[in-house]
């Protein structure tokens, strides 16, 4: 049984507010219970709603250059949302924000969240075989790292290549300080990451492709901001020169925040997840 005292709370966040239908009950917990940071050590938890069998589980990772939360944007809402009618389980998982909390903090918090969820997927009603990261634009680069270089996951127990997958829409790989994004935001990634190039490098994902990975889904719009289509189509180029399995698309009209937008019938972003998480096991 998952202890009481973890759980801070069952919650109607109004930010998920649908007025069509009822929202499934979304449950907020600590994944690290000792910690003096409560609220970003903690995660949303939304059920599938009508599964047919034991659900996959995404679990979502925002963005905002690492040190914004997703309270102003409410993307993971609407994802999680959107998907847990489809028969998704859905984790949005929160973490230390960048200046206050520097890399590596941002992937720490993460691997350790996948290493509670892992450990509660009976209670929790998903399958761990099953189990997806997802992430947005400074998500993309945290769920990507997990994904790429082993020893993140490691640190608590867990084997990347035993993920199902990863969707990385609209994501940063490479903040060595040589892109155009790291050079027009110098000053910011160099709070986040600091000046050492080793450790810049290290928290590259492009420094850790490889193709015995687990397979992406690597997603950018057509009217993104330039640097985000320029890194996922290099991204992706690495990814398929290393023998690693991922599949790519353009989505036509959509800006950065767009991308998240999964509303409306024959959307093509909710159509791209979709039939990626509902790919069965290797």
């Known amino acids: 049984m998952i202890r009481k005292a973890q ?6 966040v109004a930010a998920l507010t649908l007025t069509a239908m009822a929202a499934p009950a979304v449950q907020v917990w600590r994944y690290l219970s000792a910690s003096p ?6 995660l949303s938890f939304f059920p599938a709603t009508s599964p047919t069998g034991t659900p996959p589980l ?3 990772v925002h963005g905002g250059y690492w040190v914004e939360s997703d309270a102003r944007y409410g993307i993971g809402a609407r994802l999680a949302n959107s998907l847990s009618r489809q028969g998704i389980a859905v984790a949005l998982v929160r973490y230390r924000l960048a200046p206050q909390h520097p890399y590596p903090a941002q992937p720490r918090d993460v691997a350790h969240a996948l290493a509670w969820l ?3 997927s009976g209670e929790l009603g998903f399958d761990p075989q099953r189990v997806f990261l997802a992430g947005h634009s400074a998500g993309s680069h945290i769920v990507s790292l997990l994904a790429l270089d082993h ?3 490691a640190s608590v127990g867990l084997d990347a290549d035993r993920l199902a997958g990863v969707i990385s829409v609209s994501g940063i790989y490479d903040v060595r300080g040589t892109s155009a994004d790291a050079r027009a935001h110098a000053k910011l990634y ?3 990451f600091g000046r050492d190039p080793e450790q810049r490098s290290s928290a590259s994902p492009v420094t850790h492709v490889r193709g015995d990975g687990p397979p992406f889904l690597v997603l950018w719009g057509g009217r993104d901001l330039p640097f985000f289509a320029a890194a996922g189509r290099d991204f992706s180029k690495r990814l398929a020169a290393a023998g690693g399995r991922v599949r790519t698309r353009e989505i036509t009209g959509r800006d950065h925040l767009a991308m998240m ?3 409306g019938p024959g959307n093509p972003v909710r159509s791209e997840l979709l039939a990626f998480l509902q790919a069965r096991p290797r």
């Open 190 to 192: 160099s709070a986040v």
């Open 151 to 153: 020893s993140w996951l």
């Open 58 to 60: 995404l679990v979502f």
């Open 118 to 120: 892992h450990g509660h």
């Open 37 to 42: 940071f409560p609220e970003r050590h903690s």
């Open 7 to 12: 759980r801070i709370a069952v919650i109607c």
């Open 261 to 263: 937008d999964l509303s």
